[in-house]
């Protein structure tokens, strides 16, 4: 197993996440409290499968969790977990060695990696001066990464599972920059809708 590749716990959800963003989690069923409860104890991390359907893909979410929120008598929670990594599933088993839950190994994807596309990057700028200031606000270090922008998108599930599922840099690159394409585009729009009505 090389650098890339790991062991941990599956939760599929209907859910993707990109690393620093965090969602809340109900937790009721008996294998995903045992989980949970092994992550309070040892600090393990645990993987999200993209699922839709009821399929699971083969991409997903690598988590830690953050906070138990709530818990109730019956152990049954209420956490938040935080995206760590994003990763290709590369075997799936139903149950890992003597755990109710399921588990496998992953590869990682490596989506730090700076904005090389310079359309892209022109976009950014123009969107960044004319229509929204804040919008790479969570930007840290001199260089765009691909991670920034498709958090500062705020993508979809649906549209996060596409862009961790892109294979290449520069087709993840033009994913992005399409997305950018449509939300400058409703921007415009709402701009030309405010001075219309400050016209009116």
Known sequence: MNETERQIPYFPLNISLLPGEDIPLRIFEPRYKQLITECEKKDITF?????KNSIVSSYGSEVKLK???AK???NEMVITVEGVS????ISFDDKMPGKLYGGG??????NDQPISNMELMRMLIY????LDPSFLKEVHGNEILLNDVAKALNLTSDDKFRFISIDRKATREKFLLGQLKYLMKLREQEKLLKNDYYLN
């Open 67 to 69: 906070q138990v929120v």
């Open 105 to 110: 190994k992953i590869r990682l994807i490596n």
């Open 72 to 74: 109730n008598s019956k």
């Open 47 to 51: 993987g999200i499968p993209y699922m």
């Open 127 to 130: 969107y960044t001066d004319q």
């Open 86 to 89: 994003n990763f290709e599933v």
